[in-house]
C-alpha cells in the first residue's frame, strides 16, 4: 500500500475512533459492553433498582440500598444486614461518591443534578427507562443485565416474565372482567391511575377492566369524591399502610359521602403490600397474580 493509502486507512480510523467517543459523551454514560470487568460495587437507588439487581445479580455485589427498601423493594432483604453504613436516605453526589460504587442505578424521574455530577466524576450510571408499558420493563431487565455482565440471568428473566404474563393474560381471558379502581388518599385529596401506569397494567393483568382508562384517564390524575361515586368500580385497589402512609382506607370507610358507594359497603376493597402496589420493577407480576387471588376470592364468595 502506498503513502497515500496508509493514511487514508489511519485517517478512517481516527474518524472511526472519534465518533465512537462523541457517542458515548453524548450519552452520559459509559457503555458496559466496552468495560472490562463486571461491576462489584453496584448502587441502586431506589426500589425498582433495588429489585432488578437482585434478581438478576443478588446481594453480593451491592454496597447500598436506600432507605426506601423497608417498604418498596419487593425482593426479600435482611434488614439486620442492610442498615448503618450500607443504607442511605439522602440522593445526593456527596452520599453517593462516598460509598465508591463502580456502578450507580438510577430512574429518570430522580434528581438530574446529582446524576451529572456522578457521571462528570467517571462514575458509571445507568439509567432505567421510564416504565408504562410492561416492554418498558422488559427493557430495565435487558439494560440491567448488560451492565452487570449478567445477560444470561437477564434472559432467564424474561423467559420466566413472559410466560408469566401469558398464564395471566390467559386467566384473565377466561374469566368476566369485573371493574376496578386503584386509590390513594394521602390526606390531601384522591389520586387514581389511567392508562399507561404499571397500576393500569396490574389490573387488566388480573382480569380486572380499569375504569379510570375506561374513562379516559392517562397516568396518574386526581379523583374527586363525585367522580369516585360516577366510576363506580367494583373493586378498589388500595396500598397497606407504609412507613409515611397509611390513611387511604380509613378515609374511604370514614368518608360519610362514600358510603353508598357497594365496593365500600360490600367490602370489596383489596389491600396490596406497598412494594407490590408500586412496585415499577418486573414484581408487577406478583402483584397482579396476588390481585387475581383476591379477585378470585370476592367472585366465589359472592357465588355462595
Known amino acids: 500500500m502506498n503513502r497515500l493509502g496508509s493514511s487514508l486507512v489511519a485517517a478512517a480510523a481516527l474518524i472511526g475512533v472519534l465518533t465512537a467517543c462523541e457517542a458515548e459523551v453524548a450519552s452520559g454514560t459509559n457503555s458496559p459492553a466496552t468495560r472490562g470487568s463486571a461491576p462489584t460495587r453496584v448502587l441502586p437507588t431506589n426500589a425498582t433498582a433495588v429489585d432488578i439487581v437482585f ?19 419487593t425482593v426479600a432483604l435482611d434488614l439486620e444486614y442492610w442498615k448503618g453504613d450500607r443504607v442511605f436516605a439522602e440522593l445526593s453526589a456527596e ?18 443534578s446529582t446524576i451529572d455530577r456522578l457521571v462528570e466524576s467517571g462514575i458509571e450510571v445507568m439509567e432505567l427507562p421510564p416504565v408504562s408499558e410492561l416492554d418498558d ?3 430495565a431487565i435487558k439494560m440491567t443485565g448488560a451492565a452487570l455482565h449478567a445477560e444470561e440471568q437477564a434472559a432467564e428473566l424474561l423467559t420466566d416474565f413472559n410466560a408469566r404474563v401469558a398464564k395471566l393474560e390467559k386467566a384473565a381471558q377466561a ?9 390513594t388518599n394521602y390526606g390531601s385529596g384522591g389520586w387514581t391511575a389511567g392508562s399507561g401506569t404499571t397500576a393500569h397494567h396490574l389490573l387488566e393483568l388480573a382480569g380486572v377492566e380499569n375504569v379510570a382508562a375506561t374513562a379516559g384517564r392517562v397516568g396518574h390524575d386526581g379523583v374527586d369524591i363525585e367522580t369516585l361515586l360516577d366510576m363506580d368500580p367494583y373493586i378498589l385497589v388500595i396500598s397497606k399502610p407504609s412507613r409515611d402512609y397509611g390513611v387511604t382506607r380509613a ?29 415499577a420493577s418486573h414484581h408487577v407480576l406478583d402483584a397482579a397474580e396476588l390481585l387475581a387471588r383476591e379477585v378470585g376470592a370476592l367472585r366465589t364468595r359472592a357465588a355462595k
Not at 452520599?95 to 438530574?112: G, N, T, Y
Open 95 to 112: 452520599v453517593l461518591l462516598a460509598l465508591d460504587p463502580d456502578l450507580v442505578v438510577v430512574s429518570p424521574w430522580q434528581d438530574q
Open 137 to 139: 420493563i422488559r427493557e
Open 55 to 73: 434478581d438478576l445479580v443478588g446481594p453480593e455485589r451491592v454496597v447500598a440500598v436506600p432507605d426506601t427498601v423497608a417498604d418498596y423493594a
Open 251 to 279: 378515609y374511604l370507610e370514614g368518608e360519610k359521602a362514600l358510603a353508598s358507594l357497594e365496593a365500600i359497603a360490600e367490602d370489596r376493597i383489596i389491600e396490596l403490600p406497598s412494594g407490590l402496589f408500586s412496585t
Open 175 to 183: 374469566n368476566e372482567k369485573v371493574t376496578g379502581l386503584v386509590y
